[in-house]
């Protein structure tokens, strides 16, 4: 029920969100959704993609600093208020998220959420159990 | 294991009596025959004859870096240069470099150090040893090639660069010592693992010889353990000999000996120029007292250190010098802190997974100096999470500020854009306009 992500260091200077693309492009790796954390000297980008371990590879190879971790990604209903109903499930159950981003399924138009939890088994189960669709890794890779 | 039992064991009066023999008779020679000692010798009313124990050594003239460039290239040889059999210089990045001679002799007695270096390493005859000190001017690549054959290991002459080759033939060599500057065996360690191999288990290597920069006890923990060998601390200069001037004994591994019966170490005050008493930090000091081509008289090395008389457990009766500190011309005076980049060194070695990639940015804003810290961001730092990120910085910025009472700060930058020079790694970047 986990997704796989990728994070990279990123210096705050100008070129190197590209020359990460570049290099993920130039292994044929696939972006599916992406996000930046950023403070006022560096970043890190996370991603998820349709190969990780060319991905990892193509990156370590090019000197970046990589690391792993897994997130859930939600289907967000497509109604007002769906994120919120899920937030306020999360908090009842004592579960932080440390950090979150959202995309949209093309076929769908439903909205995903990737989120990093504290701890991500129990905010799992929290969701399953309410009736959440939660993706599995291999279909948001291939979204 | 001792290479020269006889000389390296002398007790203190036998040894205290050699010297003043040899610093007489150095004493005079420069003095007959290098026009600049005997008119330093002459300005400060001084003659040979006045040299009657070993205390008055400080009445000879201290001699300093910029007399060397001034008599640049050969006017403090004290041989006519038909009995110079080598020449070497030193790696002066700016200006002219300091050049040095060697007679025979002088070879001979600098292979005799090496080769004391070398065993007091534990490295001896049937060992390989991958030779990665550059070649050259530079004494370190024929200094330890000459220790090394005088032993009579098996010598690989790789000098420095071209990394990937050197590693390819740790490999396939399997040499059992290495000798090389402690930020050149980091670098070789950080090219193998890209490689795909594990210094740890894929080489034979057993003991190094680090030295030709300054390095930290946490560098040489995180050098034996990545290569799981025993890494070994070795010292000298161009101006005196090149390496050769002191080295460590495998056994304690607690100070490096200095080859007493060659050269007289002093720790001075570096603002009154004091001799200062064994265990007190100051700059060291070095007169050669069996030099033929090049003698140096009270020669200053900018380094800071201290010396160490108590008995050593290998035997050696030469006192100890404690691991250059740091240099009197790189102590930064941060707002009037003395910062030595070796402290803050290993105040970052005490952090949990941090690698010594670290480049120190000082400049001066609004009349204030400033102090930036930047470290390379590695695997096993490196967090999905800003906030862990942070938590790094913070610790750095907390742990420099309790050390020094100066407040930097720190900045994380990407893996392998500080920086690594094959040989000597540039620590300080000093922007500020004095
Ligand atoms: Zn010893």
Redesign the interface.
Known sequence: MKVEQISVFLENKSGRLAEVMRVLGSAGVNIRALSIADTSDFGILRVIVNDNDKAMKALKDNDFTVSKTEVVAVEVPDTPGGLAGILALLEKQSVNVEYMYAFIERSSDNAIIIFRFDGNDRAIKALSEAGITILEGAKVYNL | MIWNEEFETLPREALESLQLKRLKATVDRVYATVPFYKKKFDEAGLKPSHIKSLKDMRLLPFTVKTDLRDNYPFGLFSVPMESVVRVHASSGTTGKPIVVGYTRRDIDTWAELMARTLTAAGIHKGDIVHNSYGYGLFTGGLGAHYGAERIGASVIPISGGNTKRQIMIMKDFGPTAITCTPSYALHLADVARDMGIDPAKDFKIRVGCFGAEPWSEKMREQIEKIFNIDAVDIFGLTEVIGPGVSSECIEAKRGLHVFEDHFIPEIIDPETGEPLPYGEKGELVFTSITKEAFPVIRYRTRDISCLNPELCICGRTFVRMERITGRTDDMLIIRGVNVFPSQIESALMQIEGLEPHYQLIVDRKNNLDTIEVQVE???RI?????KQ??VIEKRVVHDIKEMFGVSCKC???????IQRSEGKAKRVIDKRQL
């Open positions: 961001v590695n695997e490196f967090s999905d999470e800003v990120l942070e900045t994380l930058v990407e893996p392998k854009t």
